[in-house]
C-alpha cells in the first residue's frame, strides 16, 4: 500500500495538485483530505463549483482504489452520481472522506462526503472506479 506523503507526491503532480487537494488520512477503507475554497474553484457568487465538488470526490475515491489495487493494476472511474447539498464559501476549507462501499477484484464502489468549515454537509458522491490490467 502506498503511503501518504508518496501518494501525496503523485497529486501534487497532476489535476488535484493544482485543485490544492491534501490528504490527511489513508487507508485501505478510508480516505481523507481538504481542499481550499480559492476563488478560481469557485462560481462568480464565491462558492464552490460543483466541478470542483466532483473532482474533489473524484480524486478520493480514485486514491482509495489505488491504494487496495494488486500489483500491476490500474483504475479508471465509470461511473459517478453527486448530490449538492449546500455550498462552500470562498476562503474557506472543504473536507471529504471517501469510504469503500465494495472492494471487489474487478470494481470498488466509493462514498465521499464533503463537508464545509463548519461542518456541513456540501454534497455526497458515489462513484465506480474499474480495476483495469
Known amino acids: 500500500m502506498p503511503d501518504i506523503a508518496t501518494m501525496q507526491k503523485l497529486l501534487d503532480t497532476i489535476f488535484p495538485g493544482l485543485m490544492g487537494v491534501r490528504l490527511t488520512e489513508l487507508a485501505p477503507e478510508r480516505v481523507?483530505?481538504?481542499m481550499e475554497v480559492r476563488p478560481d474553484l469557485c462560481t462568480a457568487g464565491g462558492i464552490l463549483h460543483g466541478?470542483?465538488?466532483?473532482?474533489f470526490a473524484d480524486t478520493?475515491?480514485?486514491?482509495?482504489?489505488?491504494?487496495?489495487?494488486?500489483?500491476?493494476?490500474?483504475?479508471?472511474?465509470?461511473d459517478s452520481s453527486?448530490?449538492?447539498?449546500?455550498?462552500?464559501?470562498?476562503?474557506?476549507?472543504?473536507t471529504g472522506t471517501s469510504v469503500a462501499l465494495h472492494r471487489g477484484r474487478t470494481t470498488q464502489v466509493w462514498q465521499t462526503t464533503v463537508t464545509n468549515a463548519d461542518g456541513k454537509l456540501c454534497a455526497v458522491v458515489t462513484q465506480t472506479?474499474?480495476?483495469l490490467d
Open 32 to 34: 481523507v483530505a481538504q
Open 82 to 94: 453527486t448530490k449538492f447539498i449546500a455550498g462552500a464559501r470562498v476562503g474557506t476549507t472543504v
Open 60 to 78: 478520493l475515491g480514485a486514491v482509495g482504489t489505488i491504494v487496495n489495487l494488486p500489483e500491476g493494476k490500474r483504475t479508471t472511474t465509470t
Open 51 to 55: 466541478g470542483a465538488y466532483m473532482a
Open 129 to 131: 472506479q474499474l480495476v
